[in-house]
């Protein structure tokens, strides 16, 4: 199976080839580095036509590669073949020039197979622990387009800086019901609205958890399932709203596979970068603004510094609905003029910004629903919520913050409209965004529910709650959250 990703900035092509995480000039070079080992352990008669024919896959792969870029994980591939070739092509050069035929000795040849088999291997599990993400299909009726606003908001002064001048702007992508693109349009890319955008993004988020950069080089090259300004539905009316938070030193995209899937079926999702608190917010001027949210380590000081950051989320995610309705109303032109229908509209975030979904919802009774992926409520848990909640989290353990559950049990339970708490078997802290598609799957960094399960639960769980809560689609919603995992339901008189 073959899934085609087009790259837009350049005409190529970074086609995946499910469950190795391989290109085809990747897959080839692997195939080719393969047989040159092999050819030494073939029949007399047959290594000549296999050399030659591993070298006619490797040669042009490698090239291929050389002009596109060469991701790490093909460097200990094209290592085995470089180790392998000069055994492989030996007898074949000695025989034209009519010198007796050469071949290692067995003591020799035997290892040596074995560490070029090593070498080649490594590529192929590389590939599939940091993969290019291929992101699902979404399941909805609409096709999906996305496009990329700027706002800054005259009112507000800028917190993080110290020029008085300076006022609160944020950069917002919609994803949104389109109408189907022409076969082969270009798909919009994963972390910005260009190849240099991403990979600034990609970098960004790599240092500040720690990682080498080059670990998770596929992750700018990857392609969406949405198509940049695609022409809006004809059909659908005006579309309900949903506002997203990122985590904290999140990015605007990385929940991309739920806002397209959500979008799918019928909803507009605007999702926010923080400036000063993203990893790297990149402006329409071409300036990138860095995250200077940092801990301290000292517990109540860094929750202090949590509750000031959630609040400017909040007003980001106030101001941003501000703006929608202008733009559903005509202040604001564009594609989208008057199909936005902020008349319905949910809140959401995960982690930190499930905490600012929550704040925003108690400030600003224009949120219609709210719904918190695996996020501590930081500040004050008053005043009650009135808006119902879906609260989505990963298995408490001994490991998880002991104040977490009461805090959030809290939260719901003082809430004046019924609220759910949907705990999912197998899920951890990254189930819950994109990073199950391309980080290795160890159940303790994302999971066990896999690649493909993972983001189908989070966003299927999601639906449901929006289309009961802002479409007041009849049916039983706590009997179709269950199927996802233990259920809690708190019902306005269960905290009184």
């Known amino acids: 199976m073959w899934h085609g990703v087009p790259r837009p900035e350049d005409g190529r092509v970074t086609e995946i080839i499910a469950g190795l995480y391989l290109s085809p000039p990747e897959f080839l070079a692997l195939l080719g580095a393969v047989a040159l080992v092999v050819a030494r352990w ?37 290592a085995g073949a470089a180790v392998a070739a000069p055994f492989a092509l030996s007898p074949l050069l000695r025989r034209r020039t009519g010198r007796p035929a050469w071949r290692a000795r067995r003591w020799l040849a035997v290892p040596g197979s074995v560490a070029c088999v090593g070498l080649i291997a490594t590529g192929p599990v590389a590939a599939w622990a940091f993969p290019v993400p291929v992101f699902p299909e979404p399941s909805g009726r609409f096709a999906v387009g996305t496009r990329v606003v700027q706002w800054t908001d005259p009112r507000r002064p800028e917190s993080f800086t110290a020029d008085p001048h300076d006022r609160r702007t ?11 693109s022409p076969a082969g349009a270009p798909r919009a890319p994963y972390l910005g609205r260009t190849e240099h955008e991403a990979r600034t993004v990609s970098d960004a988020l790599a240092r500040q958890v720690g990682l080498p950069g080059f670990l998770v080089d596929g992750v700018p090259r990857a392609r969406t399932r949405a198509v940049f300004d695609a022409p809006v539905a004809d059909a659908g009316g005006r579309f309900p709203v949903v506002l997203f938070s990122p985590g904290s030193g999140g990015v605007r995209t990385q929940n991309t596979a739920w806002a397209e899937e959500l979008a799918s079926h019928g909803y507009v999702v605007a999702a926010l970068d923080h400036p000063y608190d993203s990893a790297a917010v990149v402006l329409a001027d071409g300036r990138t603004i860095r995250s200077e949210t940092v801990s301290t380590g000292d517990r109540e000081e860094d929750e202090r510094l949590a509750a000031g950051w959630t609040a400017v989320r909040a007003a980001d995610l106030g101001f941003v ?14 594609p989208l003029t008057g199909r936005l229908d902020t008349g319905r509209v949910a809140v959401t975030g995960h982690s930190m910004g499930g905490a600012a979904a929550l704040l925003a919802a108690r400030r600003d009774r224009r949120f219609d629903a709210v719904v918190d992926l695996d996020g501590y409520p930081h500040g004050p848990v008053s005043p009650a919520l009135r808006q119902p909640a879906l609260a989505l989290t990963q298995a408490i353990t ?17 809430s004046t409209a019924t609220s759910y708490r949907l705990t999912v078997p197998g899920a951890a802290h990254l189930t819950f965004m994109d990073g199950p598609l391309y980080l290795p799957p ?5 999971g066990s529910l896999g690649r493909t399960e993972s983001p189908h639960v989070v966003a299927a769980a999601t639906l449901a709650f929006l289309d009961a809560t802002l479409r007041h689609e009849p049916g039983d919603l706590a009997g179709v959250l269950s199927a996802y995992g233990d259920l809690s339901v708190h019902h306005p008189d269960d905290g009184r």
């Open 42 to 78: 073939l029949p007399p008669a047959a290594r000549p036509r296999v050399t030659i024919a591993a070298g006619a896959v490797l040669v042009p792969s490698a090239i291929v590669l050389g002009a596109v870029g060469i991701r790490w994980q093909m460097l200990p591939v094209l």
């Open 170 to 180: 944020v950069v917002v992508q919609l994803w949104y019901p389109a109408r189907k």
């Open 321 to 334: 609905l501000t703006q929608l309705d202008r733009l559903g109303g005509g202040e604001i032109t564009g």
């Open 398 to 414: 001994s490991g998880t913050d002991p104040r977490y559950l009461p805090r959030l049990t809290e939260a719901l339970e003082l």
């Open 442 to 446: 160890v159940p303790s960094l994302v």
